[in-house]
């Protein structure tokens, strides 16, 4: 059973039980917004392994509902892991307005949490100040790249390894001699994929060319096809993108071109399973899983933590019917044994991304 309790109502519950503490911490927050929910399960499912969790206690900050499949719904998904897996108690608080960030950290933190997730660089600054106050509660953060280094975890995914499965992929279908990339914005994140995404076609065939255009972070549909068109006409013979919500125009153009198409982050395959061959997952999930088994062995540290396909975090879905009627069995063969080499420490991407030269 899950109990939705405005945020409101917690709050009041929590300065009736700590007049004293939370009078001196909240005298300059924010009203809670309306729109923000705490959920907290109390009908928890058996566990079905180790209970390294069990009498510890997770709650999960979300800044959109958990209905969203790509972002938030996986988070999500890896906090009901921690409670079935690991044995842990969990709450969560979904949608939660910037208004609300310090009153939602402070009250799970008044209430015992041992282990809060903030899903999203957004919440940084907040948890950082919040931090301070509840030196015994461990935070982790999304996206984040710098810490406190005393209680704030990073918990991010490996861009470059999205890019690198991507690459390799590409490189070795039949008569491709140019990727075409459209990427969404020149941030951080999504260079590392293209970065990753130049090393795992040099790692196939350093002679493959590489065209890359960058949109930006409003790039629609209509858009994303004009770039991805551009770069069919300037030669390119297989298509990807990070655009995010304009994957389809790009979809569009290949399928209209008669290419193929690799994508990330999102199952693209329902848009055209006749021209994406397949997608490589970023799993939060599992990126939650992890980090929560780190702090319930001791072993958690105040670090940014990558989450790629050493860590299970980062993979390929499994190939449709279509997609295993047109990759060669040799393309198929050779990217199982490029991931058994990443997993066995035979092929380091890191390595791969530090040696490619500069454009």
């Given at each position: 059973?899950?109990?939705?309790?405005?945020?409101?109502?917690?709050?009041?519950?929590?300065?009736?039980?700590?007049?004293?503490?939370?009078?001196?911490?909240?005298?300059?927050?924010?009203?809670?917004?309306?729109?923000?929910?705490?959920?907290?399960?109390?009908?928890?499912?058996?566990?079905?392994?180790?209970?390294?969790?069990?009498?510890?206690?997770?709650?999960?900050?979300?800044?959109?509902?958990?209905?969203?499949?790509?972002?938030?719904?996986?988070?999500?998904?890896?906090l009901l892991r921690?409670?079935?897996?690991?044995?842990?108690?969990?709450?969560?608080?979904?949608?939660?307005?910037?208004?609300?960030?310090?009153?939602?950290?402070?009250?799970?933190?008044?209430?015992?949490?041992?282990?809060?997730?903030?899903?999203?660089?957004?919440?940084?600054?907040?948890?950082?100040?919040?931090?301070?106050?509840?030196?015994?509660?461990?935070?982790?953060?999304?996206?984040?790249?710098?810490?406190?280094?005393?209680?704030?975890?990073?918990?991010?995914?490996?861009?470059?390894?999205?890019?690198?499965?991507?690459?390799?992929?590409?490189?070795?279908?039949?008569?491709?001699?140019?990727?075409?990339?459209?990427?969404?914005?020149?941030?951080?994140?999504?260079?590392?994929?293209?970065?990753?995404?130049?090393?795992?076609?040099?790692?196939?065939?350093?002679?493959?060319?590489?065209?890359?255009?960058?949109?930006?972070?409003?790039?629609?549909?209509?858009?994303?096809?004009?770039?991805?068109?551009?770069?069919?006409?300037?030669?390119?013979?297989?298509?990807?993108?990070?655009?995010?919500?304009?994957?389809?125009?790009?979809?569009?153009?290949?399928?209209?071109?008669?290419?193929?198409?690799?994508?990330?982050?999102?199952?693209?395959?329902?848009?055209?399973?006749?021209?994406?061959?397949?997608?490589?997952?970023?799993?939060?999930?599992?990126?939650?899983?992890?980090?929560?088994?780190?702090?319930?062995k001791g072993e958690?540290?105040?670090?940014?933590?990558?989450?790629?396909?050493?860590?299970?975090?980062?993979?390929?879905?499994?190939?449709?019917?279509?997609?295993?009627?047109?990759?060669?069995?040799?393309v198929l063969s050779?990217?199982?044994?490029?991931?058994?080499?990443?997993?066995?420490?035979?092929?380091?991407?890191?390595?791969?991304?530090?040696?490619?030269?500069?454009?």
């Open positions: 059973m899950k109990t939705k309790i405005n945020i409101t109502i917690i709050a009041l519950l929590a300065l009736i039980l700590t007049i004293v503490p939370l009078a001196g911490c909240n005298n300059n927050a924010s009203e809670p917004d309306e729109t923000t929910t705490v959920v907290t399960e109390t009908d928890a499912p058996e566990p079905t392994s180790d209970l390294i969790g069990e009498g510890l206690k997770a709650a999960m900050l979300l800044p959109g509902p958990i209905s969203d499949i790509g972002y938030n719904g996986p988070a999500y998904e890896g921690i409670e079935s897996e690991l044995a842990y108690e969990i709450s969560y608080a979904e949608s939660v307005d910037p208004a609300d960030y310090e009153n939602v950290l402070r009250t799970y933190a008044q209430e015992g949490y041992n282990l809060i997730f903030a899903h999203g660089n957004q919440f940084l600054e907040t948890v950082t100040i919040v931090a301070e106050e509840f030196p015994d509660t461990w935070f982790a953060v999304t996206s984040a790249f710098t810490t406190n280094e005393k209680n704030i975890s990073g918990m991010n995914l490996s861009s470059h390894d999205v890019g690198f499965l991507s690459g390799a992929l590409m490189a070795q279908m039949p008569d491709v001699d140019k990727i075409g990339m459209v990427s969404g914005a020149e941030i951080p994140p999504l260079v590392m994929i293209y970065d990753g995404l130049r090393a795992g076609a040099a790692y196939i065939n350093p002679e493959v060319e590489i065209a890359n255009v960058y949109t930006d972070a409003r790039a629609d549909m209509a858009a994303c096809k004009e770039a991805a068109v551009a770069l069919l006409d300037s030669g390119s013979d297989i298509l990807s993108t990070t655009a995010g919500t304009g994957a389809p125009g790009v979809i569009s153009a290949a399928a209209d071109a008669g290419k193929y198409f690799v994508g990330n982050s999102s199952d693209w395959s329902s848009v055209d399973p006749e021209t994406v061959l397949n997608s490589v997952i970023t799993d939060w999930g599992s990126a939650v899983v992890n980090t929560a088994t780190l702090y319930a958690l540290q105040p670090i940014p933590y990558m989450n790629g396909i050493v860590e299970g975090a980062v993979y390929f879905l499994e190939y449709g019917e279509h997609a295993l009627e047109v990759i060669p069995e040799e050779r990217m199982d044994t490029i991931i058994e080499d990443i997993k066995a420490g035979k092929i380091i991407i890191a390595d791969e991304v530090a040696a490619l030269p500069e454009e």
